[in-house]
C-alpha cells in the first residue's frame, strides 16, 4: 500500500540532544512537509520541500534543521537550539498544484 | 497573512444528533478551503475540499459550503456516529496563476468531537 512512515513513533530525549525523524514516502509525490502539531495550536509549518535538495523555511523553522537528498525521503532533526521541541511531529506529501496533503502518522518527541 | 480561525470546542454530542463546527478565515484571492480529521493516535486525514466559491463539498455524509461573502466554511453532519469522535481542522491554501493550489496549509486551531452512545 502506498503511504506515508514515520518513525520513531515515539521518542525521548535528553536536553541538548540532536535527534532525527524520518519521513518516507512511496506515493511518487515531488512535495513533501513538517508540521508540528500542540494542544490547543493547530499545525504549524516548520520546513517543506517542493523538489528534491530544495526545501524551504517555513513558520517556525529555527531549532530544525532538513535534508531532502532522495524524492522519498525528508527527515527532520530536531536540534539542540530548538528550545521547546516536546511535540507531535507530521510529515506530509502533496498531489502537485492540489493542495491535498497525505500524513503520516505522527512521532510524539518528549524531552525530559 | 491567511489565518484560519475554528469555534471553540471541545464538542460533546448524543449519537444522531445535528454537527455544526463553524470554520472562518482570512485570505487574499481566493484560497481552496480542506477540512481534515484526525482520529486518535493517527495522522490527519482529508475529509472535504472545495476549491472556489459556493462549492460544497462532502465526504462519509459530512458537508462544507465555501461561501466568499461570509469567508466562512463550516462542518455540517446530520446525524454524528460514535466513531466520529475526533478532532477536526479546517484548512486553506493559496491559489496560484491558473488556478493551481499549493500544499502550503494553514490550519485552524482544531475542534475535538465527542460523540456518546
Known amino acids: 500500500d502506498g503511504g506515508i512512515t514515520q518513525s520513531p513513533k515515539y521518542l525521548f530525549r535528553k536536553e541538548g540532544q540532536n535527534v532525527t525523524l524520518s519521513c518516507e514516502q512511496n506515493?511518487?509525490?515531488?512535495?513533501m512537509y513538517w508540521y508540528r502539531q500542540d494542544p490547543g495550536q493547530g499545525l504549524r509549518l516548520i520546513y517543506y520541500?517542493?523538489?528534491?535538495?530544495?526545501?524551504q523555511k517555513g513558520d517556525i523553522a529555527e531549532g530544525y534543521s532538513v535534508s531532502r537528498e532522495k524524492k522519498e525521503s525528508f527527515p527532520l532533526t530536531v536540534t539542540s537550539a530548538q528550545k521547546n521541541p516536546t511535540a507531535f511531529y507530521l510529515c506530509?506529501?502533496?498531489?502537485?498544484?492540489?493542495?491535498?496533503?497525505?500524513f503520516g502518522e505522527g512521532s510524539r518527541l518528549t524531552v525530559l | 497573512g491567511d489565518s484560519v480561525t475554528q469555534m471553540e470546542g471541545p464538542v460533546t454530542l448524543s449519537e444522531e444528533a445535528f454537527l455544526t463546527i463553524n470554520c472562518t478565515y482570512t485570505?487574499?484571492?481566493?484560497?481552496?478551503l480542506f477540512w481534515y480529521v484526525q482520529y486518535p493516535g493517527e495522522g490527519l486525514q482529508l475529509l472535504l475540499k472545495?476549491?472556489?466559491?459556493?462549492d460544497k463539498g462532502s465526504n462519509k455524509g459530512f458537508e462544507a459550503t465555501y461561501r466568499k461573502e461570509t469567508t466562512s466554511f463550516h462542518l455540517e453532519k446530520g446525524s454524528v456516529q460514535v466513531s466520529d469522535s475526533a478532532v477536526y481542522f479546517c484548512?486553506?491554501?493559496?491559489?496560484?496563476?491558473?488556478?493551481?493550489?499549493?500544499?502550503?496549509?494553514?490550519f485552524g486551531q482544531g475542534t475535538i468531537l465527542t460523540v456518546h452512545p
Open positions: 484548512a486553506l491554501t493559496p491559489r496560484g496563476a491558473g488556478g493551481t493550489s499549493y500544499g502550503k496549509l494553514t
Open positions: 506530509a506529501s502533496s498531489i502537485p498544484f492540489t493542495g491535498e496533503l497525505f
Open positions: 506515493l511518487n509525490h515531488d512535495a
Open positions: 520541500s517542493q523538489i528534491v535538495n530544495d526545501f
Open positions: 485570505a487574499t484571492g481566493y484560497p481552496s
Open positions: 472545495a476549491t472556489k466559491a459556493d
